[in-house]
């Protein structure tokens, strides 16, 4: 390319640049509106239900909010440094830094508001802070759980897992916890849950979370489905069947892509030229859409739980790619080393240089990839099952439990109650996936000092 | 010939050949493997000479390489075949005068909708991400940055119908801001496609601004780290002047490249949230043809899917070749 097309090219580039700031301008300020607006939404709800979102976005009265706000935020650093006399933290304070505080006081007062007002409307029919009083009772819990747990965590065991316990953000404790949870309630299932995974009971759709005079039963604390099966012990068998799955499919997935890696890196040459390429190949198409190609092959020859097996393998042999990127460029490092080269004149084999010296240095690494990739394995069944393509019927299964019980939603209005059933098993899927990341971005930011 | 230019034409070969490559695997992977669509199409209760009349019919005799090109030959003249489901009509009809509908006729719309879907969520996931990113890196560490980490965290590990449902759940139900069904129609004016797929735009919005917004703090993050914006700080500029004139001309590759890669990720997420709204789209379509096993949609939608994926991530090599000055200037 001549200078005198890249002038022209640049000039473009920056063209672009100016009108995206241009929108990124509206689009800052569309956003604040936008949170104002879902803020007030509960004071108004009278308004709004009739009103279809032409009408909230003909309300001006965003900007007198907004010019509270910042009137707030310069009262608020003005007060500080009066009643300080000026110490740094305010006299040097930035006007969006006391923006954000009084935004975030702004918001608190709101929740707490809410939640004092949740209370007042508990005794008319259709309870309209359910799920607001529901998230925020979630919330305080596991923040509470989560700090006891570490609490606990630095008490007892030997002093290397009480110093770890100690230097671990809460998130990372909340994470454990949950995970812990979820082993415990995937390997117990048949003890914990009160009924089988595939009895159909003779009453249908029972109201979760209400007394009997409402609908409710108290043998079925979260009621049954269209067919009569318990919500509550499928959920549990879910633990069983989804979660199993996923690490089923994940160990796979790392045992083929961890093998692969590590032998493209100790042998080069063509091996690793074949593999690499064949990965290459394979990753240039999604995952999801892939995997989906193959189940549509698959499903010509298998059917049921045959097909279940079938996802597995496929699933795995898809994410074994991803896996295979990391182990070879981890692989490459370690194969330079002095202790490589050692065992090399040694004489010693593929398999024991793989597994005897490669593989123990490569733990750390690995072990927070299998994480990332056991969520990723985990979410795409799920979608799978929520397609109606993953784990077949009659295993319990989260995903394809928020497909079946998904119309209840339409609920919400008048009996939350109901409106929350397809949540539950979408909230357990969310719920082990945020778990898992947290645990793996605190082991990632030990291992690696990333301490910015 | 300038570098520029020429790792320029490189890649776009690369991506033609990938292309390629990937419409063989796709090709391949369906028809390799052994099971009869012959016998899917006329359902269990076909005679064995009218199976073999549909396979001389669509060609299942052939040797696969004949096949593949003659399939691939028809692509490339834009001719994408009729799906089976239209052929199962017409044999239920008992004609061969019935008109069959082409899947060009049925993909055409529908891709327009996905890309409409695209669009929208881009143009709101966009501007709001970088903003974010960029202010999580400048105030990282702050209670700001804690609280969009934790929340992007959450947004990012959640299944796309969990936030649908959520979504729907209030703005749709609860307060009935929004519809929450996303059936748009092709002579519904502009106003009311968008507001008819806000909720699914917001839904993908959701999980994409959450991806971006962590790439772009990591990219300034980095970028911030480096020795010529200590310098213009320690020469007493305005933060402001540091990030617009200095941070922002090197961040334009690696923010491109996030753009890019997300804009990629939308077309592996924009599947499942139109199933879940009911949006007249490809991903919709790809799922019922899955479900129905209806191969030459599951290919053609497969390759549309793929090429996408392809051609952005092309492009976002291409763009911060572009954007790089060291490769624009070469010593």
């Not at chain 1, 000039?11 to 607006?37: C, E, P, R, S």
């Not at chain 1, 933290?89 to 006391?98: E, G, I, K, L």
């Not at chain 1, 109650?417 to 098993?425: D, I, N, T, V």
């Amino acid at each position: 390319m001549s200078r005198s097309l890249v002038v022209p090219a640049i000039a473009l580039l920056f063209t672009v640049i100016v009108l995206v700031d241009f929108v990124m301008g509206i689009g800052v300020l569309w956003y604040l509106y936008a949170v104002l607006q879902i803020l007030m939404v509960p004071f108004e709800l009278m308004t709004t239900a009739t009103a279809p979102m032409v009408a909230v976005l003909g309300g001006w009265k965003w900007i007198v909010y907004l010019a509270l706000l910042c009137v707030g935020g310069y009262g608020f650093r003005a007060v500080g440094q009066r009643l300080t006399k000026n110490r740094p933290f305010y006299r040097d304070m930035p006007f969006s830094v006391a923006l954000g505080y009084v935004f975030a006081a702004t918001l608190i007062v709101v929740v707490l508001l809410n939640y004092s007002r949740s209370f007042s409307t508990l005794g008319g029919m259709p309870d309209s802070y359910f799920f607001f009083r529901s998230a925020l009772h979630f919330l305080v819990l596991s923040s509470v759980a989560a700090v006891l747990f570490r609490q606990f965590g630095c008490m007892v065991g030997t002093a290397s897992t009480r110093k770890l316990f100690r230097q671990m953000p809460a998130t990372a404790s909340f994470g454990i916890l949950i995970i812990i949870c979820y082993a415990i309630a995937a390997i117990f299932a048949p003890m914990i849950a009160p009924h089988g995974q595939e009895t159909i009971f003779p009453r249908a759709n029972i109201i979760p979370l209400v007394p009997e005079a409402m609908g409710g039963d108290p043998a079925f604390p979260l009621g049954t489905d269209q067919i009569g099966r318990d919500i509550l012990s499928r959920l549990i068998y879910g633990a069983q069947n989804t979660v199993g799955i996923a690490f089923v499919t994940t160990v796979l997935a790392f045992f083929l892509g961890v093998t692969g890696g590590f032998l493209a890196a100790v042998l080069r040459g063509w091996v690793d030229q074949v593999l690499s390429r064949l990965v290459d190949v394979l990753m240039a198409i999604p995952a999801l859409i892939f995997s989906l190609l193959l189940i549509t092959a698959a499903s010509s020859l298998f059917s049921g739980t045959g097909l279940t097996w079938a996802m597995i393998v496929i699933i795995a042999v898809i994410d074994s790619t991803r896996v295979f990127r990391l182990s070879r460029a981890v692989g490459m490092n370690i194969v330079v080393m002095d202790y490589i080269e050692a065992s090399r004149l040694r004489g010693e084999g593929v398999g024991y240089m793989i597994f005897r010296e490669i593989l123990p240095n490569a733990t750390a690494p690995l072990l927070a990839e299998f994480g990332l990739r056991f969520c990723f394995v985990f979410l795409t069944i799920a979608a799978l099952s929520f397609l109606g393509l993953g784990i077949q019927p009659p295993l319990a299964d989260w995903g394809t439990m928020v497909k079946d019980l998904g119309q209840f939603v339409n609920y919400a209005a008048f009996l939350p109650q109901y409106a929350m059933l397809p949540l539950l098993p979408a909230g357990a899927i969310a719920l082990l996936t945020v778990a898992v990341n947290f645990v793996v971005d605190w082991m990632l930011q030990r291992s690696s000092g990333l301490k910015e | 010939m300038h570098p520029v230019l020429r790792i320029t034409l490189q890649r776009l070969a690369l991506g033609v050949l990938t292309l390629v490559i990937v419409s063989f695997v796709i090709f391949a992977a369906v028809n390799l493997l052994p099971g009869d669509f012959a016998q899917a199409i006329l359902g269990q209760g076909a005679t064995p000479e009218a199976v073999e009349a549909i396979r001389n019919d669509i060609g299942l005799n052939d040797p696969f390489w004949i096949r593949y090109f003659d399939w691939l030959g028809a692509l490339v003249s834009g001719d994408l075949g009729v799906s089976y489901s239209q052929m199962m009509f017409a044999t239920g009809m008992g004609g061969e005068d019935i008109q069959l509908i082409p899947i060009t006729e049925q993909i055409a719309p529908r891709f327009y909708n996905t890309m409409f879907l695209a669009g929208l969520t881009a143009i709101i996931a966009v501007p709001i991400s970088l903003a974010v990113g960029v202010l999580a890196a400048l105030y990282r560490g702050s209670a700001f940055d804690r609280i969009a980490n934790i929340t992007t965290l959450s947004s990012i590990s959640s299944p796309e119908f969990f936030l649908a449902y959520v979504l729907t759940l209030f703005l749709a139900v609860q307060w009935q801001i929004l519809p929450s069904l996303a059936s748009v129609t092709p002579e519904m004016p502009l106003f009311e496609r968008i507001y008819t797929a806000l909720l699914p735009a917001l839904t993908l919005t959701l999980v994409v601004t959450a991806h971006m917004m962590r790439m772009t703090r990591a990219a300034i993050i980095n970028l911030l780290a480096s020795p010529y914006i200590e310098m213009a700080r320690l020469k007493g500029i305005s933060p402001i002047q540091v990030i617009v004139k200095h941070a922002l001309p090197n961040a334009l590759a690696p923010i491109i490249n996030v753009v890019a890669l997300n804009l990629a990720y939308l077309v592996t997420g924009v599947v499942v949230v139109e199933v879940v709204f009911a949006y007249p789209g490809i991903g919709n379509l790809f799922v019922d043809a899955v479900r129905s096993r209806d191969i030459p949609v599951v290919q053609i939608c497969c390759l549309i899917f793929a090429s996408a994926y392809v051609l952005l991530n092309l492009t976002a090599d291409i763009l911060s070749i572009l954007s790089n000055p060291r490769l624009r200037h070469p010593k």
